[in-house]
C-alpha cells in the first residue's frame, strides 16, 4: 500500500496557523491514491499539538534536534522515509518546509516540486505525475511533470484551508533517526525577539505606499493613519528601492506576503512583484490618481485622486467621530 | 574571504505578464532583463563583506549567452571576478541546475574552496527553494536558507532570519552557503566607471554538462483571474466618509 | 458623466501636443471637444511622461525657432518653466564655427545669445571639465517647463469653458470614414461621431492614422537617457534646476539637472527603431509604454563621453534610472502638422517635442479655425511628403541617416544620401555621363550642375570660394554654366515639375477660386499667379496654362508638388464638376533657354515660333521632329525660350535631339543651381517656401498685379486689404559690398542670416517680422553677389547700406533694387525677343 507522509512543522510546540493547510490536498490525494496517510513532526513538543489532528505517523526525536537545525530536520525525515518507504512526501512550502524538504530531497537525490497547488494527474506514463505549481510568486502557474520514484511537493500556502481537526488522538510514534552531531552546526544558536507589537504579518490592516508617495517625508501621513486604525504602514519595492522605507515594510514577492483584514493600498500602481504579497489580503482598498491602475481593478474599493488629499479628509473624518 | 555569489537572469515584467503563443515562457521582447531581486541583494552583501574584511567576490550564472549582461551589472557593483556556466535558454528544473553548478564550483574551486557561497532564497521566476541546498549537500558544506544578516566572526559565518517576533541567529563553520532574501542589505545602484569597468570586465566560461532531474515544465497557465467589482467610494477628499464608513464595517473603528 | 456619442472634434492623445491642441482649440470658441487617450491621467504614458522638458530657442529653421518661442511664452504664462540657461560647449573647432553660425541664426530670430570663453563656461557650470572645451553659445534664455502641468492646466482651461469631454483610459479601437471625410470613432467604451479628428498620440499616431486609411510618416524611435545621483553640488540648488544645461554637442549629448541629480541624454548611440504596433500596453511595461529597457552597450561611449565632460561630479554617483525612451522621428526631422492628405478633417499633430508643444498646439487651432495658421508650416505640414516617402522603408531610411544628425553640424544645401534614386528622370543616364551631380526635389534627382562643364570655369574666369564650408555642395561650375547659358543655350531638365491636368465643365470657376491672376484667359495663355491662403499670405506660386475650354494645366515645382497637390484637391468641388489628375509622372520636361535657344527650336521644326508666332506666355503643341510636344514659352532665368514636354516615354528622345540639334548653337547643360539660384536672383524671381510664405502678402513681395480680378479668390478679402494699405516690408534685392571676413577670407552668405543696420542693430518691421536673407548667390552676369530679403519701408530706399551677419561677423550690404525689378535685364528684353 501506498504511505503519504505529511510533514507538518512545530515551532517548539507551537503551531503556525497555516500549518495544517497541507494536510488538506494530502488527504484528497490519499483518497484517490487508495493510500494511507501519516504525519511527521520533529520534537516531542510538537506531540500535543498534533495529537488532536487525529492521525497517525511520527514524532522525530534526537538531542541534535532541540532546536531548529535544518540540515539534521533534512536528515532525520529523509531516513524516516527511507525506513518506512514513504513514497510520497508533501509540506506546507512555507520558510521552514521549504527548506527542510529540499535538505531531504537533496539527501535521497530526488526531485521536489516546490509551492503546488493542484495535483493533476498521478496516472500519467511511466508512474509520472502532473502537478500544477506556483511561479512568480503565484501570478503564473506551470504545469509540471514529475517523474520519480518518490513524490516530494510542497504546497503552496493559502491555497488549501486547514482541515479541522477530528478530535480523535492519532497514535504518534516516536522515530530517532541517527544524525552526527557535526549536524548542530545549521542549528539555532540565539533567538531575539524585537519589540513586541505589531508586525506587516500579524496586523489587522496596512497602510501601504507605493511610487504615488513621492518622498520618505510623505509616508508621515500613511503612519498617521495607521496608527489610528492599529495598523502599520506597508510599502512597495518603489519606494524601498527608492530608500523612502525599509526593505522590512516591503510588502511583495519578495517582501512580506501578508493577509490583513483590511489592505489600504496608496498610490501603488499593482505590478506583479506587489500584487503577489498582497493578494490574500481578506478586502483591499486601492486610492490612486489613475481608476484603471492594476491594483484599483482588482481591488474590493477605490477612491480615485490624489492620496495625501484623500488621506488627510479621511484623517479629518475619523478624529470628528463621536 | 573569498565569496561565489550564483545569480540567476529573470525578465522584468510589469502589472501583466504575456505567454508566448506556445504558453513555453513569457513574451520578453519588451521586457528588460535583471538579476533576480534576492540574489541582487546576495551580490551587494558579498561586495560589503569583502569591502569589510578583504578577498575577492565572485559572480558565477547558469544562463544563456544574454546572462552576461547581469554579469556585468555586478561587476558595475562591485563584484571582482564574473563566471557564466553556459546553458541554453530551456528550463533547466533544480536537481540539473544544481548538478551543473555543483561541477563548475569544483571546477572554480580547485583545491582553495570559496569561504562562503551565497544564493538568492529562491529565483523570481521558477521559484523551486533548493538549489542552495542542493549544492551545498553535493559540497557537504553547511547551508541556511532565508537568510536577512550576515556578519563573519572568525571562521564563522553569523546569519541572522526573520521570525513572527523577531529573528534567530546560526553560526555556520565555513566553507558555509546561505540562501539570501532581499533586505539582508539594500542593493546600490552602479556608478559611471563601475558601469564602464564592467564592459571591459573579462567573462570566465566554465562549461558544465545538462543532467535533467525529475522535474520538467510542460506549459505556463495564467491564474484564473478573478475578477473582481471593484467599488469605487469616490473622488478626493469627498470619499472620506466612505471610507470611513468601510473601516467600521471591517471593524477598524 | 454619459459617454458622449458625438463630437465636435475629437482629440487622440494627452501628451503635450493633444492638450495643447485642446486648449487652443476651447479658446479659439470650439465646443464639443472630446479628448481620448488611452492611458490615465495627468500621465498617459507617452513621450510627454518622460522628456527632458527643457527648451533650447534657437534652431536655423525660423519656423521651428518661432513655434518654440510662442511655446516658451505659453508655458511662461502658465507659470510652470523655470528658466535655466543653457550652454551648448564645442570640444571641436569645427563646432566653433558651427556656434557662430547658430549666434547668426539667434541675432536673424532675435534670440538672446552670447559665445562664451571656457573660463566663462565654467564660471556658470562649475563643474565643467573646461580642458576639453573650446568655447559655449550660451542662451540665457533656455528653459525647463513641466509638460504634465502645462497640459493639465490647458486641460482644465478647455474644461471651464465647457468645452472639452476628457475620456482618459479609452482605446481607439477603430475609425468610420465617410465620403473621404472622418465621421466616427470606435472606443473600447463606446462610439462617437465627431466632425473632426486631431491624433496627436506622439509615437503611436501611424497607427491611429491606418485605423482610417491615412498615413503619418514617422517611427518610434529610442533616445537614451540616463539619470545620475545623488550629486552634492546639485542637492545643495535645493531646487529643479540650479545650474544651466549642457548640450555637449560634439558628442551628441546633453547633461540636464534634475533636482539631486542629473540626467544624461544621448543621440549618439545607433537608431533603434520600433513599430506602432509593437509597443508594449502600460500593463506589460515596468515603467511605462515608452520608457523601454535599456540597452548597455549602446550607451557606453556615451558615459564615456559624460565622464571626460563632467568628471568631478558624475565618477561617484549611481545610475539610478536608464530608460530607451521612445521619441517620434520623421523622415526630415520636422514635425507632421496639418490635415491629412488622405481623409478630410483628419489631423495630424504628431512628432512635437515638448519645446514646440503649445506653439503647434496653437498652430493646429488656427489652421482648423480660420483655414491657416499665423507661422507659415510650410516645413512641418505632413502633406509635404509624396507618397513614396511615406512607407517604413523611407522613414528607416532617413531617420537613420539624421538621428545622429540631432546635434549634428548639418550645412544648410546638405544632401541625403539614403533611399535616394527613387525618382528618376528618362535623361538620367545621359546626366550621369555628363557627370551631374544631383540634388533631391520630391524624391527626384536633379543635376545641380554638371561637371562636364569644368572647362567653362577657365573659360569665363569663374572663382571659387576660399573658405570650405561656403564651398560645400556649391561648384563654381554653376556660375559658368549660368555664364554659359547667358552666352548660347542651356538645357534644363525640369522633369521633377509637378503636372496637374485639371478638367470638366466647372474648371474656370473653379481655378479663378484658387488663384489669384486672371485664369479666365484664352486657351493657350499660360499664367503665373500666387495662391493665397484664407488669411492672404502665399499658399503657391506656380503656372497655371490653359489647354482647353475646360482643361488647365498646373505647373508647379517639384519640391512643393506634394503640398499643392493637397490644396488643389481639397478645393475641388464637391459636385463633380472638376476633375484632378496629377501627371507628374507622366509628364517630362526640358527647358531650352539662351539667346540660341530659338535657332537650336528652328532646327527641329518648321512651325513658327518666331517672338510674333510664338509670343511670351503663350503655350501649344509644337511637332519636333517627329516628337508631340507641348511648347511653353516662359522663362525663370530670365532668357528666351522654352518649357518643352513630351509624356514620359519620350523624355530621353526629346533630351538627346535637343542635345545634337544644340551642338551647332553651343548647348550646354544647365543645373538647378543656375535654375533655382543665380539665373532666378538676377531677375528677382521669388521662390515658394523662400522669399514666398504665409506670413507674406503679394503687396509685400512685389507681386501685386494693377489689376484684380473680379471674380473671387481664396484669400482675396485680405489681398484687398493689403493693397489698400502701406506695405509694412517689402522684398528687395541687395548687394554684398565686401566679402572679407576678419581672417582675411571672402566668405558667401548661405541664406537666413540676419540683415543689420550698418551698425549692426536688428531690423523688424512694423509686425515683428525681421529681416533675414530669404535667398542668397551669385550673380554672375551682375557680377555682384545678391541676397534677397524683406525690408521695412524705412530701409528699402535703394542705395541705403545695410549690413550681413554671417557667422557673427558684419559685412556691408546694399540695397540695389526695392521690388520685383530684375537687376539684371530690368526691361526683360532678352526674353522677349
Redesign the interface.
Same mark, same amino acid.
Given at each position: 500500500m501506498t504511505r503519504i507522509l505529511v510533514f507538518v512543522d512545530n515551532d517548539r510546540g507551537t503551531l503556525s496557523p497555516s500549518a495544517l493547510e497541507a494536510l488538506t490536498p494530502a488527504y484528497s490525494l490519499a483518497d484517490s491514491l487508495d493510500a494511507s496517510l501519516e504525519l511527521a513532526t520533529v520534537g516531542e513538543g510538537g506531540r500535543a499539538a498534533l495529537e488532536p489532528v487525529g492521525l497517525g505517523g511520527y514524532v522525530i526525536s534526537h538531542p541534535v534536534l532541540s532546536d531548529y537545525a535544518p540540515e539534521a530536520y533534512g536528515d532525520a525525515l529523509a531516513q524516516l522515509v527511507s525506513e518506512e518507504q514513504f513514497s510520497v512526501v508533501i509540506s506546507l512550502g512555507d520558510d521552514r518546509g521549504a527548506e527542510v524538504m529540499a535538505h531531504m530531497a537533496a539527501v535521497l537525490d530526488q526531485p521536489l516540486v516546490a509551492n503546488v497547488t493542484e495535483i493533476a494527474d498521478t496516472e500519467g506514463p511511466d508512474g509520472s505525475w502532473e502537478v500544477i505549481r506556483v511561479r512568480w510568486g503565484g501570478s503564473l502557474l506551470e504545469r509540471a511533470r514529475l517523474r520519480s520514484d518518490l513524490k516530494f511537493l510542497t504546497i503552496a500556502p493559502h491555497t488549501f484551508p486547514a482541515p479541522e481537526p477530528n478530535g480523535g488522538a492519532g497514535p504518534l510514534t516516536t522515530f530517532v533517526p541517527e544524525i552526527p552531531d557535526s549536524l548542530a552546526r545549521t542549528r539555532v544558536v540565539e533567538r531575539v525577539k524585537l519589540a513586541e507589537g505589531l508586525t506587516l504579518a500579524t496586523a489587522p490592516v496596512v497602510v501601504s505606499g507605493g511610487r504615488g508617495v513621492g518622498s520618505a517625508e510623505n509616508f508621515a501621513i500613511l503612519e498617521e493613519l495607521a496608527d489610528l486604525l492599529g495598523g502599520v504602514v506597508g510599502c512597495s519595492r518603489v519606494a524601498t528601492n527608492n530608500g523612502w522605507r525599509p526593505h522590512s515594510d516591503q510588502v511583495g514577492q519578495t517582501g512580506t506576503r501578508i493577509a490583513p483584514d483590511l489592505y489600504i493600498a496608496c498610490g501603488i500602481s499593482g505590478a506583479v512583484q506587489h500584487w503577489v504579497g498582497c493578494m490574500a489580503s481578506k478586502q483591499i482598498l486601492a486610492i490612486n490618481t489613475d481608476p484603471e491602475a492594476p491594483l484599483v481593478t482588482k481591488a474590493d474599493y477605490a477612491v480615485i485622486g490624489d492620496l495625501h488629499e484623500i488621506l488627510a479628509a479621511v484623517i479629518a473624518e475619523i478624529k470628528a467621530r463621536p | 574571504m573569498n565569496i561565489l555569489v550564483c545569480v540567476k537572469r529573470v525578465p522584468? +515584467?510589469?502589472? /501583466? @505578464?504575456?505567454?508566448t503563443d506556445d504558453s513555453q515562457g @513569457?513574451d520578453t /521582447?519588451?521586457? *528588460? #532583463?535583471t538579476t533576480s +531581486?534576492?540574489e541582487e541583494c546576495a551580490v551587494e552583501a558579498a561586495v560589503q563583506l569583502k569591502e569589510r574584511h578583504g578577498g575577492t567576490t565572485t559572480v558565477l550564472t547558469l544562463g544563456p549567452p544574454d546572462a552576461v549582461?547581469q554579469l556585468?551589472y555586478s561587476v558595475s557593483v562591485g563584484a571582482d571576478r564574473v563566471v557564466l556556466v553556459p546553458a541554453d535558454s530551456t528550463e533547466w528544473? !533544480?536537481?540539473a541546475t544544481?548538478s551543473a553548478l555543483v561541477e563548475a564550483i569544483k571546477d572554480l574551486e580547485g583545491d582553495s574552496p570559496f569561504d562562503l557561497i551565497l544564493f538568492g532564497n529562491?529565483s523570481?521566476?521558477? *521559484? *523551486?527553494?533548493?538549489v542552495g @541546498?542542493?549544492v551545498?549537500?553535493?559540497l557537504g558544506r553547511?547551508?541556511?536558507?532565508?537568510l536577512k544578516g550576515i556578519e563573519i566572526d572568525g571562521d564563522q559565518m553569523v546569519g541572522?532570519?526573520e521570525?513572527?517576533? *523577531? #529573528?534567530?541567529? &546560526? /553560526?555556520? +563553520?565555513m566553507p558555509a552557503i546561505a540562501a539570501a532574501?532581499?533586505?539582508i542589505t =539594500?542593493p546600490? &545602484? !552602479?556608478?559611471? !566607471?563601475g558601469?564602464?569597468k564592467s /564592459?571591459r570586465a573579462e567573462i570566465h566560461e566554465v562549461p558544465a554538462e545538462m543532467t535533467p532531474?525529475?522535474?520538467?515544465?510542460?506549459?505556463? =497557465?495564467?491564474?484564473a483571474e478573478?475578477v473582481?467589482e471593484?467599488?469605487?467610494?469616490?473622488?478626493?477628499?469627498?470619499?472620506? !466618509?466612505?471610507?470611513?464608513r468601510?473601516?467600521e464595517e471591517?471593524?477598524?473603528? | 458623466m454619459d459617454f458622449p456619442t458625438s463630437a465636435h472634434v475629437i482629440v487622440i492623445g494627452a501628451g503635450i501636443a493633444g492638450n495643447s491642441v485642446v486648449g487652443h482649440l476651447a479658446e479659439m470658441g470650439w465646443k464639443n471637444i472630446v479628448q481620448i487617450d488611452k492611458g490615465p491621467l495627468p500621465n498617459p504614458g507617452g513621450s510627454t511622461g518622460h522628456a527632458s522638458n527643457f527648451c533650447f530657442p534657437v534652431d536655423h529653421s525660423k519656423e521651428m525657432t518661432m513655434l518654440t518661442l510662442d511655446s516658451t511664452r505659453q508655458y511662461a504664462e502658465m507659470d510652470v518653466m523655470v528658466v535655466s540657461g543653457g550652454i551648448e560647449v564645442a570640444r571641436a573647432p569645427e563646432r566653433m564655427e558651427e556656434l557662430r553660425r547658430r549666434m547668426t541664426s539667434a541675432t536673424a530670430w532675435g534670440v538672446e545669445s552670447h559665445l562664451i570663453s571656457p573660463a566663462e563656461v565654467e564660471e556658470l557650470v562649475p563643474f565643467i571639465n573646461r580642458d576639453i572645451i573650446l568655447g559655449g553659445f550660451y542662451s540665457p534664455g533656455v528653459t525647463v517647463v513641466d509638460s504634465l502641468r502645462a497640459g493639465t492646466i490647458m486641460r482644465e482651461r478647455a474644461q471651464a469653458l465647457d468645452a472639452l469631454t476628457v475620456l482618459p483610459n479609452t482605446e481607439v479601437l477603430s475609425m468610420e470614414v465617410r465620403n473621404g471625410a472622418i465621421a466616427a470613432v470606435v472606443t473600447d467604451k463606446g462610439r462617437i461621431e465627431t466632425e473632426h479628428l486631431v491624433i496627436a498620440c506622439g509615437v503611436w499616431s501611424p497607427r491611429m492614422a491606418e485605423m482610417a486609411g491615412a498615413t503619418i510618416p514617422l517611427t518610434p524611435a529610442v533616445h537614451q537617457m540616463i539619470d545620475v545621483g545623488p550629486i552634492p553640488i546639485l542637492q545643495a540648488t535645493n531646487s529643479e534646476i540650479g545650474y544651466p544645461i549642457v548640450r555637449d554637442m560634439d558628442t551628441y549629448m546633453y547633461e540636464r539637472q534634475t533636482a539631486g541629480s542629473m540626467e544624461v541624454g544621448s543621440y549618439a548611440h545607433r537608431p533603434i527603431f520600433h513599430h506602432p504596433n509593437d509597443i508594449p500596453s502600460l500593463g506589460e511595461s515596468l515603467l511605462s509604454p515608452t520608457e523601454l529597457p535599456f540597452t548597455d552597450e549602446d550607451f557606453d561611449l556615451q558615459m564615456e563621453h559624460a565622464l571626460e565632460l563632467m568628471p568631478d561630479i558624475l565618477s561617484a554617483a549611481e545610475i539610478r534610472y536608464a530608460i530607451n525612451g521612445l521619441l517620434s522621428l520623421t523622415p526630415d526631422a520636422m514635425p507632421l502638422l496639418g490635415e491629412t492628405v488622405e481623409v478630410k478633417n483628419l489631423w495630424s499633430a504628431a512628432a512635437v517635442w515638448i519645446k514646440e508643444g503649445p506653439g503647434v498646439g496653437k498652430m493646429i487651432a488656427q489652421w482648423m479655425t480660420q483655414g491657416y495658421p499665423e507661422i507659415d508650416p510650410h516645413s512641418s505640414d505632413i502633406a509635404r511628403f509624396y507618397r513614396y516617402a511615406r512607407n517604413n522603408h523611407h522613414i528607416y531610411a532617413r531617420c537613420s541617416e539624421h538621428f545622429n544628425k540631432t546635434y549634428g553640424i548639418v550645412h544648410p544645401r546638405e544632401q541625403w544620401e539614403s533611399n535616394r534614386r527613387v525618382r528618376t528622370v528618362p535623361a538620367y543616364p545621359r546626366q550621369v555621363e555628363l557627370g551631374a551631380v544631383f540634388y533631391e526635389a520630391g524624391g527626384w534627382e536633379r543635376p545641380q550642375w554638371y561637371e562636364a562643364n569644368a572647362p567653362l570655369v577657365e573659360k569665363y574666369g569663374v572663382e571659387g570660394r576660399e573658405h570650405e564650408w561656403d564651398a560645400r555642395w556649391w561648384s563654381p561650375i554653376i556660375n559658368a554654366e549660368h555664364l554659359a547659358m547667358r552666352e548660347s543655350v542651356g538645357m534644363v531638365d525640369l522633369t521633377a515639375f509637378a503636372i496637374f491636368d485639371i478638367t470638366g465643365p466647372g474648371v474656370v470657376d473653379y481655378i479663378q477660386k484658387m488663384a489669384v491672376n486672371q485664369c479666365d484667359v484664352r486657351v493657350g495663355r499660360a499664367v503665373y499667379t500666387p495662391l493665397l491662403t484664407e488669411t492672404g499670405g502665399f499658399r503657391a506660386d506656380l503656372t497655371i496654362l490653359r489647354l482647353g475650354e475646360h482643361h488647365y494645366r498646373v505647373i508647379s515645382g517639384g519640391g512643393d508638388g506634394a503640398r499643392d497637390r493637397y490644396w488643389f484637391r481639397k478645393h475641388l468641388p464637391d459636385d463633380g464638376s472638376v476633375t484632378f489628375v496629377d501627371n507628374t509622372s507622366g509628364v517630362s520636361t526640358v527647358g531650352l533657354w539662351g539667346p540660341n535657344a530659338r535657332k537650336v527650336i528652328e532646327s527641329l521644326t518648321s512651325d513658327d515660333v518666331s517672338h510674333q508666332g510664338f509670343p511670351y506666355g503663350s503655350v501649344r503643341e509644337v511637332n519636333l521632329r517627329g516628337i508631340d510636344t507641348l511648347m511653353l514659352r516662359i522663362s525663370y532665368v530670365g532668357e528666351l525660350g522654352w518649357e518643352i514636354s513630351v509624356s514620359m516615354e519620350q523624355g530621353l528622345q526629346l533630351w538627346d535631339m535637343l542635345w545634337e540639334a544644340g551642338q551647332e548653337w553651343g548647348v550646354v547643360p544647365v543645373g538647378i543651381g543656375v535654375y533655382g539660384t543665380t539665373g532666378r536672383l538676377e531677375k528677382g524671381y521669388r521662390l515658394m517656401g523662400a522669399e514666398l510664405e504665409s506670413e507674406y502678402n503679394p503687396v509685400e513681395a512685389g507681386l501685386a498685379r494693377p489689376k484684380i480680378k473680379r471674380a473671387d479668390f481664396i484669400g482675396k478679402g485680405p489681398y484687398l486689404q493689403a493693397r489698400a494699405e502701406d506695405p509694412a516690408t517689402i522684398l528687395c534685392t541687395l548687394t554684398v559690398e565686401d566679402h572679407t571676413s576678419a581672417s582675411g577670407i571672402e566668405r558667401y552668405m548661405g541664406g537666413n542670416e540676419p540683415i543689420l543696420t550698418a551698425d549692426g542693430e536688428r531690423i523688424t518691421d512694423s509686425h515683428g517680422r525681421p529681416s533675414y536673407v530669404t535667398t542668397a548667390g551669385n550673380g554672375p552676369s551682375v557680377g555682384k553677389y545678391l541676397l534677397l530679403a524683406y525690408l521695412p519701408p524705412e530701409h528699402a530706399v535703394e542705395g541705403r547700406e545695410l549690413a550681413v551677419m554671417y557667422m557673427n561677423e558684419l559685412y556691408p550690404v546694399k540695397v540695389a533694387v526695392v521690388g520685383s525689378t530684375p537687376l539684371f535685364d530690368p526691361a526683360n528684353e532678352r526674353m522677349r525677343v
Open positions: - | 522584468a +515584467p510589469g502589472a /501583466r @505578464i504575456v505567454l @513569457i /521582447r519588451h521586457l *528588460g #532583463f +531581486p534576492h549582461e556585468r528544473d !533544480p536537481q544544481a529562491e523570481a521566476d521558477s *521559484g *523551486g527553494y533548493q @541546498i542542493r551545498a549537500r553535493a553547511p547551508v541556511i536558507s532565508g541572522r532570519r521570525t513572527d517576533e *523577531g #529573528f534567530e541567529v &546560526y /553560526r555556520l +563553520p532574501k532581499e533586505g =539594500l546600490r &545602484y !552602479p556608478t559611471l !566607471p558601469r564602464l /564592459r532531474g525529475g522535474q520538467e515544465m510542460v506549459s505556463l =497557465l495564467k491564474p478573478e473582481t471593484t467599488v469605487i467610494l469616490g473622488h478626493g477628499a469627498e470619499a472620506a !466618509p466612505g471610507v470611513v468601510l473601516l471591517v471593524g477598524l473603528l | -
